[in-house]
């Protein structure tokens, strides 16, 4: 039996370690989930994550994994029989696109090397490509943690104003936010998911979207 001393350090890309002050300041007693320190501490996070993703909307927190807040981007922003452009960056671009399948989304997932990102020029001639506006989201992994290929999310974004195509932009930055640059307004990116155990350095559990207003315009009319 290997006998740990100290608290033990799990070394891989995440959960990633909780600084000690942060599990200090966890390790005290619970409040009322529906009184009104709760109310008030709520408003503080959720205003807070705003810094975080660099948004001035909304920012949604969920009891879940990241798995599950790509799932609700997927469920409140598009329909069965929709389709959408998706690159095969690795494992988890992989994987968010058999879930979107598995929603009766028609993917299009543009073959790749797992060495190489998301290529903004297959995005424009796709898109123009498309002049019947059939897609209705590309969707990028931003940072793939199993390869360490991060997509460029600005140039994604200019391809598809470049085509002029209304497609969303949904971007995965599970591993990103918090590690790298990530700004959802200025990049124009509509959904971006995150969750609490990578860049952000919280247990796992919670599960992050902020959101732009034609993807709440989209979600109402889904
Ligand atoms: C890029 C990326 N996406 C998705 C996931 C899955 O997140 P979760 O385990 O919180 O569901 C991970 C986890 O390692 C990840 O690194």
């Given amino acids: 039996m290997t006998l ?117 020029a297959i995005v424009e001639a796709k898109l123009a490509q498309d002049r019947a506006h059939a897609i209705k989201a590309v969707m990028v992994v931003h940072n793939e943690t199993s390869t360490g290929v991060t997509s460029r999310i600005a140039q994604v974004r200019h391809a598809i104003d470049a085509a002029h195509h209304p497609a969303l932009l949904l971007v995965e930055s599970i591993s990103g936010l918090g590690s790298a640059d990530l700004r959802h307004d200025e990049w124009g990116i509509d959904v971006t998911v995150a969750c609490s155990q990578k860049g952000l350095m919280l247990p796992p559990g919670l599960g992050f979207t902020a959101i732009s207003q034609k993807a709440r315009a989209a979600s109402k009319t889904n």
């Fill in 4 to 120: 740990h001393q100290g608290r033990h350090f799990l070394n891989i890309p995440g959960p990633s370690p909780v600084p000690e002050r942060v599990l200090q300041a966890m390790d005290r007693q619970v409040i009322d989930h529906r009184g009104p320190e709760f109310g008030r501490l709520g408003r503080e996070v959720l205003e807070g994550c705003r810094a975080i993703f660099q948004t001035e909307g909304p920012v949604v927190i969920f009891p879940g994994s990241g798995t599950g807040a790509w799932e609700a981007t997927i469920v409140n922003t598009l329909s069965p029989g929709d389709r959408v452009l998706m690159f095969e960056t690795g494992h988890f671009a992989t994987l968010w696109s058999k879930m979107a399948a598995r929603w009766g989304i028609t993917v299009e997932f543009v073959p790749g090397d797992w060495r190489h990102s998301a290529d903004p």
